[in-house]
């Protein structure tokens, strides 16, 4: 067999521009058949405008690309599919009303005298989740799954399109660890099954764990290609980023913060969700001046409730919220702004941009009165905040006035948290600050976070990497079912006792 028949994927040379950015510059790719390769890099850096052109969403500019030993340079989506290439997007593309197996089936359904076989279907997605193992109710909407559920849908669509080739972007980023052992396993059983996957993450822990081949990409290039177990995370941040970088787990902790007083006081909260009646159950915590409180447990426990039901944007049907000992609980968005909230929302694209603005313009949302003059907005101060705040904290590409939509998720991420950190504030939530955000941004944000601690800010940090909850906080509270489950200083906090009470195991209930 020669080199290029044991090769799943080929691509050499290959140059895409938008405009006048180039997203990717002669790059290459090489992926052997039936292994899972990791491609990282930071945000920016090209991967998902590579598997993107892999998929046939786009075109490159130059360059040769081959699937299976045939050519594909500029093939379309429907051909990428018909050869057996799937891709799993960052941001799940499911009609969340329809069943598990109306979903699966979407585009493709089984026909019987000319109409949907409602029957036909949901055998055919049973047969299917029986055969790999991605357990999931074959009958219940999507809207009442899990976000590992839904990832679980998004990998069987594309199997059952007949994929070979998994291109997964980012899978891990809203599972808990339980969730993510549990991809581990179905991607070993896919490879052993003879297919190939492209994992990727920002995760580097993950890349050493689930692959056995990883390719580092850096403003549009590929730096190298080698075998997972010849490198390691503090080599691989060093190619991605072109110098050293702490990784968050290589981070040292603060002292601890002596409270004094509360920044934030939160009492007896009852929130109501989509899924639940109670889905923050009388929830109290107090967080003090210069202290960071994280808040761990797996997605869908009543975190996102908490936040939202905090910064204003969820109504509680109960209890108090204290902003250095004033009631704000009925309070608007903008009235608890001004009182000293910021807010990192955790769905950026839903909740923390318009995506057709321009980057100048998202980061003075919610602040545009302070931006006006007689009634009308100073473009020159925007612009010239957008200009220092672009430069701060290193937003790519370097142009203000493009519009939100054309960055990368990590990129517009970094707008989010330049606009809720760039201005003054007592209180900031922040939840899942660097979701979707690279090894170099971690470390920044990090920086920024503890920059705000030892200036006296209090910040409620709520997170599903542990690692993070970790490396940052003075306590960590969990959550579970709606409840705080364990309250605990971070002398005392492990991933595994996390781990537990994110899972129910062993509950007791915090004082």
């Not at 809207?143 to 559920?149: I, K, P, R």
């Not at 996102?304 to 250095?324: C, D, H, Y």
């Amino acid at each position: 067999m020669n080199a290029r028949s044991s090769l799943a994927v080929r691509m050499a040379r290959v140059d895409k521009a938008f405009g006048p950015v180039l997203a990717t510059k002669s790059a290459s790719l090489e992926v052997q058949l039936g292994e899972i390769h990791a491609l990282v890099g930071e945000n920016g850096a090209g991967k998902s405008t590579l598997m993107r052109i892999l998929g046939g969403l786009i075109a490159p500019d130059a360059g040769r690309v081959e699937v299976f030993g045939r050519e594909v340079t500029g093939w379309t989506t429907r051909a990428a599919i018909q050869a057996g290439v799937g891709v799993v997007h960052q941001h799940f593309m499911l009609v969340r009303p329809l069943t598990v197996a109306e979903n699966v089936v979407l585009g493709q359904e089984p026909k019987r005298f000319g109409l949907f076989d409602k029957a036909a279907a949901r055998r055919a997605v049973a047969e299917l989740i029986e055969r790999t193992g991605l357990r999931v109710p074959v009958d219940r909407p999507v809207s009442e799954l899990s976000v590992g559920g839904a990832q679980r849908v998004e990998i069987l669509k594309t199997l059952y399109r007949g994929a070979k080739l998994l291109v997964l972007d980012e899978p891990t980023a809203v599972l808990s660890p339980v969730e993510v052992r549990e991809l581990w396993g179905v991607l070993r059983s896919l490879q052993s099954g003879g297919a190939t996957v492209v994992l990727i993450t920002h995760k580097l822990d993950e890349v050493m764990e689930i692959s056995s081949r990883v390719t580092v990409m850096r403003r549009g290039e590929t730096i190298v290609s080698i075998a997972t177990r010849e490198t390691s995370p503090t080599e691989l941040a060093r190619a991605m980023v072109g110098r050293a970088v702490a990784l968050a787990s290589q981070q040292r902790q603060a002292e601890p913060v002596k409270q004094k007083g509360s920044a934030l006081e939160v009492r007896d909260l009852l929130v109501a969700g989509a899924r639940r009646a109670r889905a923050v159950d009388s929830v109290s915590l107090t967080v003090a001046p210069g202290e960071i409180l994280g808040v761990a447990g797996v997605e869908g426990n009543g975190q996102t409730e908490l936040v939202e039901a905090i910064a204003g944007l969820r109504p509680a049907s109960f209890g108090s919220i204290r902003l250095g000992g004033r009631e704000v609980a009925t309070f608007s968005v903008r009235e608890r702004i001004a009182a000293g909230f910021s807010h990192i929302p955790e769905d950026r694209q839903r909740r923390g941009l318009v995506l057709d603005y321009s980057v100048a313009e998202n980061l003075v949302l919610g602040l545009q009165e302070r931006f006006c003059r007689h009634g009308i907005l100073d473009r020159r101060a925007i612009a010239e905040r957008a200009r220092r705040l672009v430069a701060e904290f290193d937003i790519r590409p370097a142009d203000a006035q493009a519009p939100a939509r054309a960055l990368s998720g990590g990129n517009q991420q970094k707008v989010v948290i330049a606009r809720e950190m760039g201005r003054d504030f007592q209180v900031l939530l922040a939840a899942q600050p660097t979701r979707g955000v690279d090894v170099g941004a971690i470390e920044f944000i990090h920086g920024r976070l503890r920059e705000a601690r030892a200036a006296g800010k209090t910040i409620l940090l709520v997170s599903a990497d542990l690692n993070e909850v970790l490396a940052l906080s003075d306590r960590i509270a969990v959550m579970y079912g709606g409840r705080l489950v364990a309250l605990l200083p971070r002398a005392e906090a492990t991933v595994e006792i996390l781990g537990a009470q994110m899972t129910g195991a062993g509950r007791k209930e915090a004082a």
